[in-house]
């Protein structure tokens, strides 16, 4: 596609339900990354895949969170067992390569827990 | 890891007015980039500018890779210009990747 691509753009949950996020990257781009953006607050780095593998997860804040990119393309954040504190808004970033090379984001995905 | 100060954390001016943001980083870096955030939360790319310097119209940056700051020069303002500026580095190798941003610059253009 043109962008990256992220669905829903708003999820509200109930505290204790599981939740996934989808982002779709530009077509053809190696590198995907999940960041987590609190209120007021620059986006935080959770995780990161060069095409399916995952080389860095040192951002995920619990084990109640998880990513997969099964097939290099399409990657899907879940957290389970949603807290309040994981109210923030999700976001997805996609670039052509590996080594520092410039970074595009979706639209982020706004997740509400009550 | 690497530190990112922004300056001014919050940035109020009329339109036509010039402004300077300030980034400074606390180590070496082989990515940089500034970002525009609308009022939808949209990530808005501006330059990525790891070292040297560039300009966009009404926008123009500089990075000193050396001193380890980077600056973004917006001339005559608009109030389209409004919203959360970020600067954005990081150092790829080991399997690392991200970006760690500063904390913004919150720019407000007047009428």
């Known amino acids: 596609g043109a962008g990256v691509s992220q669905s829903p753009r708003y999820k509200v949950a109930k505290r204790g339900q599981d939740v996934a996020l989808r982002c779709d990257p530009i077509?053809?781009?190696?590198?995907l990354f999940w960041y987590q953006q609190a209120l007021g607050q620059g986006p935080e780095f959770l995780t990161y895949f060069q095409n399916e593998a995952q080389l860095d997860k040192s951002g995920l804040p619990s084990d109640r969170f998880f990513a997969e990119r099964p097939e290099g393309s399409v990657s899907t954040l879940k957290i389970q067992r949603t807290q309040q504190e994981d109210s923030a808004v999700y976001l997805c970033?996609?670039?052509?390569?590996?080594?520092?090379?410039?970074?595009?984001f979706g639209q982020g995905t706004r997740l509400t827990v009550v | 890891g690497i530190q990112v100060e922004q300056s001014p954390p919050d940035l109020i001016l009329q339109e036509g007015a010039n402004s300077t943001l300030r980034c400074n980083f606390s180590?070496?870096?082989?990515?940089l980039q500034w970002f525009h955030q609308n009022p939808w939360g949209q990530l808005i790319n501006l330059f990525y500018i790891p070292s040297g310097t560039k300009q966009n119209g009404r926008l123009s940056a500089t990075t000193v890779a050396t001193e380890r700051y980077s600056l973004l020069y917006i001339s005559s303002s608009q109030t389209t210009d409004s919203g959360v500026y970020f600067c954005a580095v990081g150092y790829s190798g080991g399997g690392a990747d991200g970006l760690t941003f500063g904390k913004g610059t919150h720019l407000i253009i007047q009428p």
């Open positions: 970033a996609s670039s052509l390569s590996t080594g520092g090379i410039e970074a595009f």
């Open positions: 180590d070496s870096v082989n990515n």
């Open positions: 077509s053809g781009h190696v590198s």
